[in-house]
């Protein structure tokens, strides 16, 4: 699923179990303040049946990025998906936020680690057990400035 600058996050060939390496294809990139990287719950894909893949955080400390609502600054995270021909992608669900009052400003977001959840529904005439998916991802990180970053 769309964000301010694009972050390829992987061409997933077959999807692993969350925290677990991709069979191929690299699912993780580090910018400098974040540590992103794509995992399903799935290692192999079922025609017909949702599984789930999550974008995983990991922030630099005393850093955030920003929840779907991110209040009176900044802007959400986004997510772009390349799916096959048949292929669905929900949206996005959020994780609770924090509340971060900036000199009296009030945004939400994450600190240390966010995981945003996507159900990905195959078609039901799925040949074989793996799916070819893109995830472009953008968002903003701030801690004292806000700085949008863009990897691939």
């Known amino acids: 699923m769309s964000r301010i ?34 995992l399903a719950d799935v290692a192999a894909v079922k025609p017909g049946e949702p599984f789930w893949v999550g974008l995983r955080q990991i922030i630099r ?28 992608a929900d949206p996005i669900v959020w994780p609770t936020p924090r509340l ?25 005439n799925l040949e074989g057990s793996s799916l070819a998916i893109v995830a472009d991802a953008n968002w903003l990180v701030c801690e004292d400035v806000c700085i949008p970053e863009e990897a691939r």
């Open 100 to 124: 971060f009052d900036v000199s009296g400003i009030i945004n939400y977001g994450f600190q240390d680690e966010a995981m945003l959840l996507v159900r990905i529904v195959p078609p039901a």
């Open 61 to 88: 400390p005393k850093w955030h990025t920003y929840w779907k609502n991110p209040g009176e600054s900044g802007l959400p995270i986004e997510i772009r998906w390349t799916l096959p021909d048949g292929v669905k």
């Open 5 to 38: 600058l694009a972050l390829l996050l992987g061409l997933l060939v077959a999807f692993p179990a969350f925290g677990q390496s991709p069979a191929s294809g690299d699912t993780v990139v580090q910018t400098d303040n974040v540590r992103a990287e794509l």
